[in-house]
């Protein structure tokens, strides 16, 4: 399946073809018109995730060059991003590929922990656990202006994070699952065995759907993961 197709170019950055499908489009689009009298937050929530994504995909494609591999084009689409990094293939340079990507959510989650743990003079803690927004208050304190944002930022940063590490083909956390498999049990069997772990972590996505426990947007992954484990599979 050809991602590039149905997408346009957007800009051109050290090197890397930024795109954008058509789908992203319509999403945003159905995403502001639900958010109603709510659209200014909503606007701001689209262009804060997006800006993380972009990040995080320019992550595998500079830990892709860095172990002597290349990548010219990424996609940004409904479902996050698509880089088209290309690494050499054994197991250390495609970790440091995939994990590069993940490893830019940490450094922007400590980098905002500790801005929130300073603005709050040492009186808030940020959650560590992506299912979970509370923090910890030691003492009530009174809020800077730009405090709310950074939170939003971290928040949005720690839940990508957890989310991406899940070892699900092919999200991040199941390609580093294959990549450490992949010394041990040689490539075709870590890649089976990261597919069918990957396609039951999507059964459970379908399940959580069909509990009414998460939207629609989890049933998406979870089509698009299947679709991806079968396609290795074969």
Not at 15 to 30: E, T
Not at 139 to 164: M, S, T
Request: with cysteine.
């Amino acid at each position: 399946m050809n991602f590039l197709e149905g997408s346009f170019h957007i800009g051109r950055v050290f090197g890397i073809n930024v795109r954008v499908h058509m789908l992203f489009v319509i999403w945003i689009a159905f995403q502001m018109l639900q958010a109603g009298a709510d659209w200014k937050y909503e606007l701001m929530f689209m262009l804060l995730l997006f800006g993380i994504v972009l990040v995080h995909e320019f992550g595998h494609c500079f830990g892709a060059r860095a172990v002597g591999g290349y990548a010219q084009n990424f996609l940004m689409w409904p479902l996050g991003g698509l880089a088209y990094a290309h690494a050499p293939m054994r197991p250390w340079p495609q970790f440091v590929t995939v994990a590069c990507g993940p490893l830019v959510n940490v450094i922007f989650c400590l980098v905002s922990a500790i801005a929130l743990f300073a603005g709050s003079g040492g009186n808030y803690i940020p959650t560590l656990l992506p299912w979970v927004s509370t923090p910890l208050l030691l003492r009530p304190f009174e809020e800077p202006a730009w405090f709310e944002y950074v939170h939003l930022f971290y928040y949005v940063n720690l839940w990508l994070l957890g989310f991406n590490l899940m070892p699900i083909y092919p999200l991040d956390g199941g390609q580093l699952l294959h990549t450490v498999l992949w010394p041990f049990l040689g490539l075709r069997q870590a890649t089976i065995t990261a597919c069918y772990i990957g396609l039951m972590g999507c059964g459970y996505f379908v399940y959580q759907w069909a509990t009414g426990e998460r939207g629609s947007m989890l049933l998406f992954i979870a089509i698009f993961g299947g679709f991806t484990c079968w396609q290795q599979l074969q």
